[in-house]
């Protein structure tokens, strides 16, 4: 297996949480074809497809399936971190400390199985910002 696909392997269990991900030969053989017939390489058509499948619950529901999992308190964090607050200016609105931020909002990144706010903002910034919006407004945060 070539580095690219062990690295993506890698990746793939983080993203999923499991402890083991198992791309089938043919699988790859198929991405391999799809790649050679689009003029792309490897990587490039399994970062499209993997990004249109992560988009796909967004797209159909107007939001990401972790959102469902997330507390009310994830949800305010979550939200205000979409649309850009600070871990401190979430904590001022909430009426937290800054701990109690940081704690939801590891809750929050690993409920999204991502690393960081960067990470979270990209993800987020696939559902539609106005339900982040509305979730603000209709929580008077």
């Known amino acids: 297996m070539g ?24 699988l790859r053989r198929e991405i391999e074809n799809l ?6 390489s490897v990587r490039e058509v399994t970062y499209e497809l993997l990004l249109a499948s992560l988009e ?12 469902e999992a997330l507390t009310r308190r994830e949800r305010d964090v979550a939200a205000l971190t979409a649309v850009g ?14 701990e109690t931020v940081r704690t939801h909002l590891r809750s929050v990144l690993r409920k999204y199985g991502v690393r960081s706010k960067e990470d979270l903002r990209a993800l987020l910034g ?8 509305k979730h603000i407004e209709e929580n008077g945060l």
Not at 3 to 20: D, K, T
Not at 35 to 40: E, L, N, Y
């Open 56 to 67: 796909q619950p967004v797209r159909q529901t107007g939001c990401h399936p972790a959102w």
């Open 35 to 40: 790649a050679q017939k689009r003029g792309q």
């Open 126 to 133: 696939a559902q539609d910002l106005a339900m982040m919006e």
């Open 85 to 98: 607050y600070s871990n401190q200016q979430i904590a001022d609105r909430l009426f937290l400390s800054i």
């Open 3 to 26: 580095a690219f696909w062990q690295s993506f392997v890698i990746w793939l269990r983080r993203r999923l949480g499991e402890r083991e991900v198992l791309l089938s030969h043919k």
